[in-house]
């Protein structure tokens, strides 16, 4: 069984960073492509960040894109997201994800997500 476990969120102040990290365990984690989904309260869930299963491709969506890093250890089952000059549409929950293809074909496993909120 696949657990994705986030942590790292937290209630920051806009222009503030923070780091949120998921642990993966019972599959070969370098064979996943990993991502980072967020859902705010009545909004769909959107993928923002996603990486090749080797990291060195890293694809981002607009809202996001250079102002968060997506990053991965595959040594330490490990995936992380750098996020930086957060604004307060950034408030959500942040989902760690995994797929076996890719992103645009099937989530294969899911984690319970971690809160971030950004005040003003």
């Known amino acids: 069984q696949v657990q994705l476990v986030e942590s790292g969120g937290d209630s920051v102040q806009a222009g503030g960073s923070l780091t949120l990290s998921c642990v993966a365990s019972?599959?070969?984690?370098?064979?996943?492509?990993m991502g980072w989904f967020r859902q705010a309260p009545g909004k769909e869930r959107e993928l923002i960040a996603a990486?090749?299963?080797?990291?060195?491709?890293?694809d981002y969506s607009a809202s996001v894109k250079r102002r968060f890093v997506v990053s991965r250890d595959n040594a330490k089952n490990s995936l992380y997201l750098q996020m930086n000059d957060l604004k307060p549409e950034d408030t959500a929950m942040y989902y760690c994800?995994?797929?076996?293809?890719?992103?645009?074909?099937?989530?294969?496993?899911w984690g319970r997500g971690t809160q971030v909120t950004v005040s003003s």
């Open positions: 994800a995994a797929s076996v293809t890719d992103f645009s074909n099937k989530v294969n496993f």
């Open positions: 019972g599959y070969t984690f370098s064979s996943l492509r």
């Open positions: 990486i090749s299963t080797g990291g060195s491709v890293t």
